[in-house]
């Protein structure tokens, strides 16, 4: 099953139970973000406030906000194999866009834009935020002037004016930041353009690491299984999703800052500082479906939705970089979802005496991963379960032998367990809670056999597991 646009999703998940719709007046200004908080916490369904303040346009928020959505949208079990398979199924079978002289993002047409009011129900996310925000769950459209690659990304984009957005480059290293780059080499203002409640498969991909110049449109057709639609912008040569429920279009002046941005309840889960002589969208023009759905989400701690999303795209990008450095013997990798990032488990088939340290090495040179703790268990632990890795750490390692500490590392300026001029650094810590196997050859002995069944008898068990009297 494929999803045209955000809708059809939308009738997936309330088909599936999935969908919740608060029809209570709720306030923009504290309750949209307490409510997002307790329903990621609880692990809820997706949320559509219906009313928001004044507004007409519903809210929809956590549409991918857990395993099983995601699932859902790829068509596979929610298991980092099946998704994985999907993932690289469409990075090696891209399809190509197909494109329309118009679609449903153009059904009607708006020069005057104003972003506080309808079509626009945005929250103030967390309370300390410095005004509202889109809610970075919406794709920002690019396109490098040399080589004509259009870029797809998730940026937070705080409303400074009534057609003024801030757009926040806090990684001058990020795709947008390097094309952004390019046009002020030009002194030409960026066309750049927004486009919200989107496709499933074009979320996915604006928050992935898609290698630059590879057409991104193109992967989300692989995932889906057929091509994505799309239509010219009205102001510029962008192409944008023809099943976007808003467009915005606008430019970024490459001379020219506002004041001031922030703060906002940033990924790690805390408040991020004011950002003075910022960088902003000047947008001039907008297109929409009629009654349109807006799409956010609640960004800070995990459990959440974007945490949710990295989750699986950063697991990939680790995954296929050990595959690729050569490294032998890996079973399954996790970029743990509380950590967004900072924490990786490898699990390994243990071939000689280094290969823990080799395995470490190489997923905290990671390109694109802002990795600080990384730890190596054995094929017998899962990665993905928390109390088996604790379980691993605590019987299989001694920290003076497994522990290590290495200072100067690279780290995010997001991270504030470091102070602020030494953002960016970060000390990393590499743990092998593998089995200490060489120690016990030295002294002529073999590790302790598991005491836990082979498992043909737990699959004999299990599958008599309604004769015992238990639910399926």
Wanted: net charge negative; hydrophobic share 35%; charged share 25%.
């Amino acid at each position: 099953m494929s999803f045209f646009d955000l809708r059809e999703f939308l009738k997936l998940l309330d088909s599936e139970g999935e969908l919740h719709r608060i029809e209570t007046m709720v306030d923009p200004e504290w309750e949209v973000g307490a409510i997002c908080r307790e329903n990621f916490d609880r692990r809820g369904p997706a949320l559509q406030f219906n009313h928001l303040g004044n507004h007409q346009t519903p809210l929809v928020v956590g549409v991918l906000g857990k395993s099983k959505l995601y699932g859902l949208a790829l068509g596979v079990r929610p298991t980092f194999k099946e998704i994985y398979g999907k993932w690289q199924w469409a990075l090696e079978n891209p399809i190509k866009p197909i494109f329309l002289e118009t679609g449903p993002c153009k059904e009607v047409k708006s020069e005057e834009v104003n972003l506080f009011e309808d079509p626009f129900p945005v929250p103030r996310w967390h309370v300390l935020d410095g005004g509202p925000y889109l809610g970075t769950f919406h794709l920002v459209i690019s396109i490098d002037p040399e080589s004509g690659w259009i870029n797809c990304g998730m940026y937070r984009n705080q409303i400074l004016g009534k057609d003024c957005l801030g757009i926040h480059l806090a990684n001058p290293n990020q795709d947008f930041g390097k094309i952004f780059e390019k046009w002020k080499s030009l002194k030409k203002s960026m066309p750049v353009a927004i486009a919200i409640g989107v496709t499933p498969y074009l979320s996915l991909v604006a928050v992935s690491k898609i290698p630059v110049g590879v057409n991104e449109y193109n992967i989300a057709g692989g995932l889906r299984g057929s091509p994505i639609e799309l239509v010219h912008a009205e102001t510029s040569d962008l192409l944008v999703p023809a099943c976007a429920e808003i467009i915005l279009e606008g430019e970024v002046p490459v001379d020219d800052y506002h004041s001031q941005e922030g703060p906002f309840g940033e990924t790690p889960g805390y408040m991020g500082e004011m950002e003075n002589r910022i960088n902003y969208i000047k947008v001039k023009k907008m297109t929409h479906r009629r009654n349109p759905i807006f799409q956010g989400t609640y960004e800070g701690k995990p459990p959440n939705e974007s945490a949710l999303v990295m989750l699986y795209t950063r697991t990939i990008s680790v995954y296929n970089h050990l595959l690729l450095s050569g490294i032998k013997g890996v079973k399954d990798v996790c970029v743990t979802y509380a950590s967004r990032g900072f924490h990786t488990v490898v699990s390994i088939y243990k071939q000689y005496p280094n290969h823990a340290k080799d395995v470490m090495n190489h997923v905290l040179g990671c390109p694109g991963l802002i990795c600080k703790h990384c730890v190596v268990v054995d094929e017998d632990v899962d990665p993905w379960d928390t109390f088996q890795v604790e379980w691993a750490i605590a019987t299989r390692v001694q920290a003076d032998r497994d522990i290590e500490i290495i200072k100067n590392g690279r780290s995010s300026k997001f991270d504030v367990s470091q102070v602020p001029s030494k953002r960016g650094l970060s000390s990393w810590l590499r743990i092998d809670a593998t089995k200490p196997l060489e120690e016990y050859e030295r002294e002529g002995a073999s590790f302790p056999l598991s005491s836990e069944p082979p498992e043909e008898l737990l699959m004999k068990v299990r599958t008599r597991w309604k004769d015992y009297g238990f639910k399926d």
